[in-house]
């Protein structure tokens, strides 16, 4: 059984600190990585993907991945209360790209 | 401006009736997917589509039902079959073979009253 897992929080952080959320995944042979963001009560929303070792930027948020230890994380800095959400991680493989395993999101809350 | 349009936004049903969600999507993409997500559950696969004439159930296909007969719709039924219907069901699609992020319709609330 393929698994994505998170925690499921809350992660509680300042306003203006760095808040880190990750995920780790049972498939060795995943080879795509999505953050996405929910608010309450709406849709998933894309944050950022990542293939690579490494990390990846897109101005506040970066995403790094570790295929060696199996996880990624998504770092927000500077965060600010409209960050407060439910980050989804989603994991795909090249046997099957079109369905992506999902964990079940981490809570969080960012306290002005 | 092109994105996925799921509707209706909030539907209420009877015990016994069947229901149909709409999606339409304008953005060329070659697979369509249906979720449900439940709270605490997180998001599970009902059906997914890779192209037109075709479709694959996913992990809880029982109780619902699709057509894939134009790219640009995937509509879901919800049968009375679906012994616990009740949940907020996100349509979503992505390119296919040539990329697997997926974009999200922004969802249908289904109650059963």
């Known amino acids: 059984q393929k698994e994505v897992e998170q925690n499921s929080g809350p992660l509680s952080v300042p306003e203006g600190a760095i808040a880190s959320l990750n995920c780790t995944y049972s498939d060795r042979g995943s080879q795509s990585f999505f953050w996405y963001r929910q608010y309450s009560g709406k849709s998933p929303e894309l944050i950022m993907f990542?293939?690579s070792n490494g990390d990846k930027e897109d101005g506040r948020f970066t995403a790094q991945l570790n295929k060696a230890s199996q996880y990624v994380s998504l770092l927000i800095r500077d965060s600010q209360p409209s960050d407060s959400a439910t980050y989804l991680c989603a994991v795909g493989n090249a046997g099957n790209n079109r369905k992506l395993i999902w964990g079940l999101g981490t809570s969080l809350a960012v306290n002005p | 401006d092109g994105g996925i349009t799921q509707s209706p936004k909030y539907l209420f049903r009877k015990e016994g009736q069947n229901v149909t969600l709409s999606c339409e999507q304008n953005l060329n993409h070659d697979a369509m997917y249906w979720y449900r997500q439940d709270p605490g559950q997180g998001l599970r696969l009902i059906y997914y589509?890779?192209?037109?004439?075709?479709?694959q159930k996913g992990d809880i296909a029982e109780g619902y039902s699709v057509s894939r007969e134009k790219k640009e719709s995937f509509p879901l039924t919800v049968t009375s079959a679906q012994k616990n219907p009740t949940a907020f069901y996100l349509c979503?699609?992505?390119?296919?073979?040539?990329?697997?992020?997926?974009?999200f319709g922004e969802g249908s609330w289904l109650t059963v009253v």
């Open positions: 979503a699609s992505n390119e296919g073979h040539t990329g697997n992020t997926i974009y």
């Open positions: 990542i293939y």
């Open positions: 589509s890779q192209i037109v004439n075709d479709f």
